[in-house]
């Protein structure tokens, strides 16, 4: 490649020796295979290709390039006339090869290579590419796999070839690449840009991770697209901003992400544009591909002729769909991870940026005079404002007016409709410019690596072509700008520093001229006189500012340049040009002169926005839109002036340019055949316009003079120094002295070589290749002795292995085979001894078995004998008491067998559980029942042993209880399961109760609270009823004071019912000095605990009985007389029990329950 030093690429990528033809080992995964060589056939047509091409005379780096894609088996030409080129100008893919090389055969052979349909055409290692205007069946899957790990020159041209070589590169070289692809508007740089990351998508790793990667990387293009292309004049689907990517991928070449740059939107399009192209294609695809929901959510009508900024009219592309276009964007942007949250704001910032367009101005005059504007129809704003959340008069207001800062004091100014109208077009614009920015850091957001991860990078470009409209203005000057400083890269690399580095290494070389345009990048961007600096200058100049005093600036600073003119230049020069007009000047650029209008670029160098708007933007309630206008915030207001547009795109212009530097770059030059985007139509004269501008006929002269391929010596010797005897294996030397040496070996002409100081140049590829094959058949060759010895060595190791492992696998084997001999030996001799044992024993117990039976056999004789004597001689004394003796036997023989049974299972000591175990015999059953009784009464006096004083005191208290209560009053069974707590007020804790304590003055019994029922009207009040050892207390409860002091002696008898009730009538005697106002009726919540204590504790004091009757009627003694009581049951749902109802003066009724 002919470039510098550190930007120089080898034609032939480095190969693994794993994967080198005739190599039986497999490659190794991580390592790429080596790029294919043509088949025999085609190598030996590019050879004799080669030879007719040296007699013309051209030493190219590319001889195989005017043959790739040709088949081995095409007949051989017939003899070419002597006149004519000895190349087919169609055959040629690599324009070095032309002969002779003018212009016209240039162009020729472009244009006869695009009517056959070969649209792409290589200068070396540049790519030209002439768009079609159509589509060709040459980007298949069929071709990707073709053109994979490819030699460069080795196919037919094709922009596959120039990727598969950036990506072989940065693969396998660890250089980063950026492919840089110029060209007009409409040359087809976007397309271009497509397919190159088409390709590396399509050949790099596999896997979900991967895959992922890859489709956001891709579908970032159709989302940027909408947003920021339009159909221009030129091209139906022109780039209106400038593009750049870093591809990043980790060390396999595998994708990890990117990073997306954006240049210089052209927004001015969102306002206006000329008949006969359209605003921003997402407009449309919104409008034709909304559904009747989501247009009605955005307050948007379908009819594109409903909005002004559309120009009210129908634009329709032939071929193009809208509405499946916008379906596309919508699944993209799901692809790259946007939120459905996100993707209907960003639909509604583009639906407020469509009606702004719609927003109407209308002037009247105020009383003093001044005009000022308003806004008649509010409809559009406040359907603007519901969908950014802001109130319509704040908006009215921004747009209508302007806050301006007099001294220290805020003045609110009224604008003029004209006034109105800039600065509603400066917010459309802003918004949408902002919100492509948003957009493309969402993108990078989605994308962008992690870090920590070591990446190599790989840079599209795809920008803004050249421009030269009719009327030209800011926006061409910033583009022109920006291809001049691309175009001044392609000079430098491809050019210039071609020719500086011949001087540099003492190549000789003959100087080859070219146009080197840094003087026109100096006239733009020069700090002091540049064009950019002194329209910075005179927007930050106070005082009255016009472009009129810009171009007159302009004037002065450049009237000397010669690729500057204006209209005083030429009168000053005395020359008469009608096509420049005034308030004009004209550039001479490397692409053609253009015109440039001054009109307009102050305000937009300046693009300024109100505050007030930018503070009404801020004041919506919509998260996207708000920040987008960060410095709309009160609180962060800035009297500091923002950057201007031109400085802003020169600074990103200048970053562009040095990360370009920092990379090997990659060209395709992109070419325009036609004006009328007519398909296959080839125009002689826009064509060769294009081929000067670019410098074309000058890089193929470079390219022909110099030489194919140079490296730096230490790299040269370590590739190829295994074709060398001396610097195999390694070389004690100098590097370049190594390299010498090696080529000396080598039969190659001296004419080939040239030696410089730090690098080796060879001049013809068919070297290069020469070398590259001695290089794959010494790899072969080493790889098969390496493959050889490692075989041996595996197979000596294997051996020994085996070896030594079969050694370890007899002895195992023997030692086993012993044991196992051993085990039958040991298994035999136990079971002949267990035989013999057997037989012995057995026979020893038939034996035994013999002498017992004889042994018994004379026992049981010996016996009868002894018995039949005894009986002989004791029978006559035997008979007479033998039964009764026999009875009692047996008697005392089954009263102690059930004695020792009872005393083995005697039931638990519970004193519930009266479980005994049944009599066995029938004459057992009373002295059965008396044990069971005596072992109940037993266990009752342990239990009683074992309970404490209180608990026994309690255990009584519910004896007398069931005395008195069982089987006659309904209430007792419930009390069962409730402790007698005796104190229920809790007279410790509560210091009010504690003086009636005091009133008794002995031991406290009961306490808890009753109510008493009154004698005269039978209602009941709440009482408190202290018992004690001597005196029953009832008090008042708020106050403690006692009401009522008896004497336990006073109460004559009790009175209660027979039912669940707590009623009872305490008795007193007439004699009794507490009982003046008769018997008391108590209604008491505990009264089986209180009746119960009452006995117990008379019973302690007078041994004497409380007197208890328990009846549903009973006579009561009153002051004013007896009365009779009766006491009816009611209903069980009955809330208030009992109840007490007087009936007449002497009877009462109680309702219980």
């Given at each position: 490649m002919a470039v510098g030093s550190r930007r120089a690429r080898p034609w032939v990528p480095l190969g693994c020796s794993a994967g080198v033809r005739g190599s039986r080992a497999a490659p190794s995964p991580s390592c790429p295979p080596p790029p294919r060589l043509p088949p025999p056939g085609r190598r030996e047509e590019a050879e004799a290709e080669f030879i007719r091409a040296a007699r013309i005379g051209p030493r190219c780096p590319s001889f195989l390039a005017g043959c790739g894609g040709q088949s081995s088996a095409a007949p051989e030409p017939p003899a070419m006339e002597a006149t004519a080129s000895l190349l087919d100008a169609a055959a040629v893919g690599d324009l070095v090869l032309l002969d002779p090389l003018t212009e016209e055969s240039l162009l020729r052979a472009l244009q006869e290579r695009f009517q056959r349909g070969d649209i792409y055409t290589y200068i070396g290692n540049v790519v030209i590419s002439v768009n079609p205007y159509r589509s060709l069946p040459i980007y298949t899957p069929e071709k990707v796999q073709e053109y994979h790990g490819c030699n460069f020159f080795a196919v037919k041209p094709h922009i596959y070839a120039i990727a598969d070589d950036?990506?072989?590169s940065l693969r396998d070289r660890d250089q980063d690449q950026c492919i840089l692809i110029t060209g007009e508007s409409g040359a087809g740089k976007t397309e271009a840009s497509k397919l190159v990351m088409s390709y590396v998508a399509a050949v790099c790793g596999k896997g979900e991770?991967?895959?992922?990667?890859?489709?956001?990387?891709?579908?970032?293009?159709?989302?940027?697209?909408?947003?920021?292309?339009a159909k221009t004049i030129r091209n139906d689907n022109s780039s209106r901003f400038g593009k750049y990517m870093d591809v990043e991928f980790d060390f396999k070449g595998e994708p990890l992400g990117g990073v997306i740059s954006n240049y210089l939107l052209e927004k001015s399009r969102v306002i206006r544009h000329v008949q006969g192209e359209r605003n921003f294609h997402i407009f449309y695809q919104l409008l034709a591909g909304g559904s009747a929901e989501l247009l009605q959510r955005l307050r948007l009508r379908q009819d594109c002729r409903h909005y002004g900024y559309l120009n009210r009219e129908s634009s329709s592309l032939p071929g193009v769909d809208d509405a499946a276009n916008f379906r596309a964007v919508q699944d993209a942007m799901g692809v790259i991870g946007f939120s459905t949250d996100e993707v209907m704001a960003l639909l509604e910032v583009t639906a407020v940026v469509l009606k702004l367009g719609n927003v109407q101005l209308s002037s009247h005059f105020q009383a003093s005079g001044m005009e000022a504007c308003s806004i008649p129809e509010p409809r559009e704003l406040e359907e603007i404002c519901q969908l950014i959340r802001l109130d319509p008069s704040a908006l009215e207001q921004a747009l209508c007016s302007r806050t301006v800062k007099a001294r220290d004091e805020m003045v609110l100014t009224s604008l003029s409709v004209s006034q109105g109208y800039y600065g509603r077009d400066?917010?459309?614009?802003?918004?949408?410019?902002?919100?492509?920015?948003?957009?493309?850091?969402?993108?990078?957001?989605s994308i962008q690596v992690k870090p920590g991860k070591q990446r190599k990078v790989m840079g599209v470009l795809d920008i803004y072509g050249f421009e030269i409209f009719q009327d030209n203005g800011f926006e061409q000057f910033v583009i022109n700008y920006c291809n001049e400083k691309l175009q001044q890269i392609f000079i430098l690399l491809t050019l210039k520093e071609e020719q500086e580095e011949y001087v540099r290494e003492g190549i000789q070389w003959t100087p080859v001229e070219f146009f080197d345009n840094s003087i026109i990048c100096n006239l733009i961007e020069n700090g002091t006189c540049g064009i950019l600096a002194m329209l910075d200058e005179e927007c930050l100049r106070?005082?009255?500012?016009?472009?009129?005093?810009?171009?007159?600036?302009?004037?002065?600073?450049?009237a000397a340049h010669r690729h500057y003119e204006s209209k005083?230049?030429?009168?000053?020069?005395?020359?008469t040009d009608a096509s420049l007009p005034p308030r004009c000047f004209r550039i001479h650029h490397y692409a053609g002169k253009v015109t440039y209008n001054v009109t307009g670029f102050i305000e937009k160098n300046n693009d300024l926005l109100f505050r007030d708007?930018?503070?009404?933007?801020?004041?919506?309630?919509?998260?996207?839109l708000r920040s987008l206008f960060p410095e709309g915030d009160p609180q962060k207001v800035s009297l500091k002036l923002p950057p201007t547009a031109g400085s802003q795109f020169k600074a990103s212009v200048a970053t562009l340019m040095r990360n370009l530097y920092s990379k090997n770059p990659n060209y395709i030059r992109c070419i325009k055949p036609n004006e009328t985007k007519a398909p296959m139509l080839f125009t002689r004269e826009l064509v060769l316009v294009q081929i000067r501008y670019l410098g074309l006929l000058e890089n193929v002269r470079v390219r022909r003079a110099g030489y194919a391929f140079r490296q730096l010596y230490g790299s040269f010797l370590e590739r190829y120094k295994m074709l060398g005897k001396k610097t195999w294996p390694r070389w004690a030397g100098s590097e370049r002295a190594g390299a010498e040496a090696l080529l000396a070996e080598l039969p190659i002409p001296a004419e080939e070589l040239a030696y410089g100081h730090t690098k080796l140049f060879i001049r013809s590829p068919r070297t290069l290749f020469d070398l590259e094959r001695r290089r794959q058949e010494?790899?072969?060759?080493?790889a098969t002795l390496i493959q050889k010895m490692f075989r041996g060595w595996r197979c000596r190791t294997q051996f020994q292995l085996m070896r030594k492992s079969q050694i370890l696998i007899a002895a195992w084997f023997r030692g086993h085979a012993q044991k196992h001999r051993y085990r039958q030996m040991r298994r035999s001799a136990l079971l002949l001894q267990a035989y013999a044992r057997g037989w012995k024993s057995r026979r020893l117990l038939r034996e035994l078995k013999s002498q017992r039976r004889r042994h018994r056999a004379a026992s049981t004789i010996s016996a009868y004998w002894r018995g039949y004597q005894v009986r002989k001689t004791y029978r006559k004394y035997f008979r007479s008491g033998a039964s009764a003796r026999l009875a009692n036997f047996i008697y005392r023989r089954l009263v102690q067998k059930f004695f020792v049974g009872l005393r083995n299972n005697l039931p638990p000591l519970a004193v519930t559980d009266r479980t005994w175990p049944p009599a066995p015999y029938r004459f057992l059953a009373g002295t059965n029942q008396e044990l069971k009784d005596i072992f109940h009464r037993w266990k009752c006096k342990k239990y009683r042993e074992q309970l404490t004083p209180q608990r026994r005191a309690l255990l009584q208290a519910k004896l007398c209880a069931s005395e008195l209560f069982k089987d006659k009053k309904t209430l007792y069974p419930k009390s069962l399961p409730q402790p007698f707590q005796g104190e229920y007020l809790g007279l410790t804790q509560n210091p009010k109760y504690q003086k009636l304590h005091a009133v008794a003055k002995d031991k406290l019994v009961m306490a808890e609270a009753v109510r008493k029922v009154n004698r005269a009207s039978g209602k009941t009040v709440p009482r408190l009823l202290l018992l004690t050892t001597e005196h029953l207390v009832l008090a008042e409860p708020k106050g403690a004071q006692p009401k009522t002091v008896l004497s336990l002696g006073d109460i004559r008898s009790v009175s209660v019912t027979r039912f669940s009730d707590g009623f009872l009538a305490l008795h007193l005697k007439e004699s009794s000095t507490?009982?003046?106002?008769?018997?008391?009726?108590?209604?008491?919540?505990?009264?089986?605990?209180?009746?119960?204590?009452?006995?117990?504790?008379l019973m302690d004091t007078t041994a004497q009985a409380l007197p208890l009757h328990i009846a549903d009627q009973f006579s009561t003694r009153f002051q004013k007389g007896d009365m009779a009581v009766t006491v009816v049951e009611s209903a069980k749902g009955s809330r208030e029990v009992p109840v007490c109802k007087k009936k007449g003066s002497h009877k009462m009724e109680v309702l219980v329950h």
């Open positions: 950036a990506y072989r991770e991967v895959t992922k990667v890859k489709e956001q990387l891709l579908q970032s293009n159709p989302v940027l697209e909408a947003f920021g292309n400066a917010l459309a614009k802003n918004i949408y410019s902002r919100l492509f920015d948003w957009l493309v850091n969402r993108i990078n957001t106070p005082g009255v500012v016009n472009e009129d005093t810009f171009l007159g600036k302009l004037n002065q600073a450049c005083e230049t030429q009168n000053a020069k005395r020359v708007l930018s503070q009404a933007m801020w004041a919506s309630r919509h998260p996207l010494r790899v072969a060759e080493l507490g009982g003046t106002k008769g018997d008391f009726l108590l209604v008491s919540d505990h009264l089986i605990e209180l009746v119960t204590r009452l006995h117990q504790t």
